[in-house]
Nanobody
């Protein structure tokens, strides 16, 4: 089975940066997208960012625009999330997801998650 493995989480002060990585063990689908979701206790699951594999089209939730950047390494089936100017409200477990399209990522293949904690 294809697996997604996230890394790069950690504890950073407000205003700091982290770079998350997610690598698929194999090509999840013939044509697909990958992205990031996050979830924290007491908060609803949130879409963070996504990227289509073929064209590299990117999508972000409004609260991270200008701070986060998603990118891909196509040959390695790897997606990155560069997170700058981190805020305490960014604290969450971040999950990588993959599916046939950006629109269906929420119900696609997810990784185990990596904890991001931003101290105030």
């Amino acid at each position: 089975q294809v697996q997604l493995v996230e890394s790069g989480g950690g504890l950073v002060p407000a205003g700091g940066s982290l770079r998350l990585s997610c690598t698929a063990s194999g090509r999840p689908f013939s044509s697909y997208a990958m992205g990031w979701f996050r979830q924290a206790p007491g908060r609803e699951q949130e879409f963070v960012a996504a990227i289509s594999w073929s064209h590299g089209s990117t999508y972000y939730r409004d609260s991270v625009k200008g701070r986060f950047s998603i990118s891909r390494a196509t040959a390695e089936n790897t997606v990155y999330l560069q997170m700058n100017s981190l805020k305490p409200e960014d604290t969450a477990v971040y999950y990588c997801a993959a599916d046939r399209a950006v629109q269906s990522l929420r119900t696609g293949l997810w990784g185990q998650g990596t904890q991001v904690t931003v101290s105030s």
